[in-house]
């Protein structure tokens, strides 16, 4: 009989979220200079992800479990339905391995098997390109990240093809100053109501739980009475077919530089260039911007570094205004610097994250319903992937790249992320086709931005 455990609350919600226009899988991609062997990446996958049972499970509907959802030992499991190769069409480019990447991540994963799917894409550039797809119940992006990772090792000799426990990193990204205000908050909350029959008889306990209970308050209204988000093309309706494209790698030292001359962190900056860069993107499709703004949703990591090993979602998300409507880049990076200050120091992680967990076991049509009141008061999903800082290898060969994208979520129709590995840090924009058919002009504009900031260097 298969083993079955409820699925949490917390990762059912993305299966709420399901929708033939959006799908919610995150997916990761290694770039080589050279051929893999296929057989050797099977060995590799079931040496070190198959020790996860997720993925040797299947997601199935179940009245019984408080979600709505259940996971269940796939008892046909084959490794070879998971792991498969394709020829990418000449001349095997980027714009071809992009092309290709939009047609695989418009195609939905197959439910009746564990939701997950390894492709190695042949012919890129004389090598190949291996993407990851997972689907966001199973893992969230600090999770994920571990799960590629492990994939890889810091050494170029031929691995030993044995389970093992792959390197943490000390590094929580670019994002990662968030989180930790955002985990202060958790763990005074836990803390208190941990204690909670205590603090009815306990003044000091009672008065901490009055202040969280007091600015969350006074977070939720404000996040209440924010609104829908600026309506412009984001906001379209979505079709099936997806573009994807992602930047050269620029210095991650020179975008430092730049922050540290002005007081602010590389994440402030690369906020800056991404808002230049929407700003004359938005010009460009005739929208006005004298007095917009657009809001984007960020994603928190709710989830400790030691603990990137447990699967499963632990993550917020957090709402931060661009300043669309300022063309001078400095008074933008002031402007957004001021913004993610305010933001490290919310509850407002804290309170979506909660409301995630409720969310998550409500019947599907309310849940639908409740996710998408939610999400239009943003465009946009920018979410950072951090990626290591030294130079990796898998089966021996060197990883020239990694791009990832998560799930764009609710009805967005683009997404965007900020991937930074061995020095170098990628835009890459994941969007409807119907919404921004040509992102590579957003990629493009982000590079202009950067060129134009750096000149404070000279």
């Not at 047609?103 to 009746?112: G, K």
């Not at 999770?143 to 990193?169: F, W």
């Not at 683009?414 to 119907?434: H, M, P, R």
């Amino acid at each position: 009989m298969a083993k079955t455990e409820f699925m949490a609350a917390t990762d059912a919600i993305w299966m709420h979220m399901e929708h033939p226009t959006n799908l919610m899988y995150s997916a990761g991609i290694l770039l080589f200079d050279t051929p893999l062997s296929r057989q050797l990446v099977v060995k590799l996958v079931t040496a070190r992800l198959l020790r996860f049972d997720r993925f040797q499970q299947r997601v199935v509907r179940s009245r019984l479990s408080p979600s709505g959802f259940q996971w269940e030992t796939d008892p046909h499991f084959d490794i070879n339905a998971h792991v498969h190769r394709f020829a990418l069409p000449q001349p095997g480019d980027q714009t071809v391995l992009q092309e290709m990447l939009g047609d695989i991540l418009s195609t939905p994963l197959d439910p009746m098997k564990p939701l997950w799917h390894i492709q190695l894409l042949d012919g890129y550039e004389g090598g190949t390109g291996v993407l990851v797809r997972i689907h966001h119940c199973i893992a969230d992006g600090i999770a994920l990240i571990y799960l590629m990772l492990s994939l890889l090792d810091k050494t170029p000799g031929m691995p030993d093809l044995t389970p093992y426990s792959a390197p943490q990193r000390d590094d929580p990204g670019l994002f990662g100053r968030i989180s930790s205000p955002a985990n202060r908050f958790v763990r005074q909350a836990r803390h208190i109501t941990a204690q909670s029959a205590n603090a009815l008889t306990d003044a000091d306990k009672m008065t901490q739980l009055a202040q969280l209970g007091a600015k969350s308050v006074v977070t939720i209204g404000r996040m209440l009475t924010k609104g829908a988000d600026s309506t412009t093309f984001l906001k379209g309706d979505l079709g099936v077919v997806k573009h994807l494209a992602w930047s050269e790698p620029l210095p991650l030292a020179t975008v430092k530089a730049i922050g540290k001359a002005h007081g602010a962190t590389i994440n402030d900056v690369l906020l800056t260039m991404f808002t230049g860069s929407l700003r004359d993107y938005l010009i460009s499709r005739g929208e006005p911007v004298a007095e917009l703004t657009i809001r984007v949703v960020v994603p928190v990591a709710l989830r400790p570094l030691d603990e990137a090993t447990q699967l499963g979602n632990k993550f917020a998300t957090v709402t931060l205004e661009l300043p669309i409507a300022e063309a001078d880049p400095w008074e933008q990076l002031r402007l957004l610097k001021q913004r993610m200050d305010y933001l490290k120091q919310s509850p407002e992680a804290l309170i979506t994250f909660t409301a995630s967990s409720v969310v998550g076991m409500t019947p599907s049509r309310i849940a639908s319903r409740t996710i998408e009141w939610f999400q239009t008061n943003a465009s946009m999903i920018v979410t950072n992937v951090p990626g290591p800082r030294e130079q990796l290898y898998c089966l021996g060969r060197p990883v020239r790249g990694i791009m990832a994208w998560g799930p764009m979520g609710g009805r967005m129709g683009a997404g965007v992320t900020i991937v930074s590995y061995n020095g170098g840090v990628n835009l890459g924009v994941f969007a409807d086709a119907a919404i921004i058919p040509d992102p590579e002009q957003l990629l493009e504009g982000f590079e202009r931005q950067f060129n134009a900031m750096r000149t404070i260097l000279d």
